[in-house]
């Protein structure tokens, strides 16, 4: 099977209770598909959600993944890289997984780092005092000068954007998100950055249910390849 750069990027976009009852353990036939190390971070999990999402989010990956790659879902291996992304233990397209509430977006296709977030406005709201740890001093003097929903909704296109961007390059939950500028002089967006001179990262928002934020970052290029939302 061949993989190459300009390959599309699928999003998939769904809910978890397409997949699975959140409030029932996971099913056998999902927990047969994740290795030990998975499965045993899934027995440390103290919620029931929270395990029914991690099982099925993973099993989901598994099979979108054996799709790509023509073989068996149980044959699908991952490893990490040294910050602790998920990756293929062998050839085939990156990928990359997020979710927030009932929601799950996966993100599969070509050679370069795909990071993809999604999160509740909600969640991001009842966290406003962590701005300061992710907001570079210009955004977060634009953020404190906005009220209500806008003030919300920005924190919450930020927190997305850079958690995307980190995550295409592999850079764990330590990162200094504040050294990373993604509010233009317009008070819009930007569509590329280079952060700390590393790689071009190219970065959009995407569609997510009411109520919540997405955003996907591509690294190693200026350009978004061609996506296919499905």
Partial sequence: FFFNDTATTEIYIFPYTTLSDLDREPSPVDLALLDDRERACVTRLRRRPDRARAVTGRAALRRLLAVRLGVDPCT?????????????????????????????????????GLGIDIESLAAIGAAESVAPAVLSPGELAAWAGLDGARRQHLLARLWTSKEAVAKSIGLGLGADLR????????????????????????????????????ALAVAGTHDLPALRFC
């Fill in 76 to 112: 699908v291996r991952l490893t990490t890289g040294c910050w602790g992304k998920p990756r293929l233990d062998g050839e085939g397209p990156e990928f990359n997984l997020s979710h927030a509430g009932a929601w799950v977006h996966l993100a599969i296709g070509g050679r370069r």
């Fill in 179 to 214: 050294s990373l500028q993604l509010l233009g002089q317009d008070g819009g967006m930007v569509r590329q950055v280079v952060w700390d001179g590393v790689l071009p990262i190219a970065l959009t928002g995407i569609p997510a249910a009411p109520g919540y934020v997405a």
